[in-house]
Nanobody, 118 residues
Framework: QVQLVESGGGLVQAGGSLRLSCAASITILNFNTVGWYHQAPGKQRELVATITRDGRTYYADSVKGRFTISRDNAKNTVYLQMNSLKSEDTAVYYC????????????WGQGTQVTVFS
């Protein structure tokens, strides 16, 4: 069974940092991509950052230069280092893994809350 488990959320002051972790129950390199999304109250879920199997990364414009996505293959874990946090980063952060070839399937974690206060 494929599972993604997030951790690392919390309460942080604006300008501070947090590191989120997404631990996979299978070999992380099996995923085509692993990404982080966030969803603020009353808003749609939005893509924050992704990393592909071959290590290419993508960032939403709103987080470029502040967030870094990385992967530890030995631990089957993807991280999201979040620096210079702003109040608008407050949201539930979800890990997503895209798996498969001819009919890829998306798997989601349960989410972790990030709250940035001024």
């Amino acid at each position: 069974q494929v599972q993604l488990v997030e951790s690392g959320g919390g309460l942080v002051q604006a300008g501070g940092s947090l590191r989120l972790s997404c631990a996979a129950s299978i070999t992380i390199l099996n995923f085509n991509t692993v990404g982080w999304y966030h969803q603020a109250p009353g808003k749609q879920r939005e893509l924050v950052a992704t990393i592909t199997r071959d290590g290419r990364t993508y960032y939403a414009d709103s987080v470029k230069g502040r967030f870094t996505i990385s992967r530890d293959n030995a631990k089957n874990t993807v991280y999201l280092q979040m620096n210079s946090l702003k109040s608008e980063d407050t949201a539930v952060y979800y890990c997503n893994g895209n798996l498969g070839w001819s009919a890829p399937v998306d798997y989601w974690g349960q989410g972790t809350q990030v709250t940035v206060f001024s």
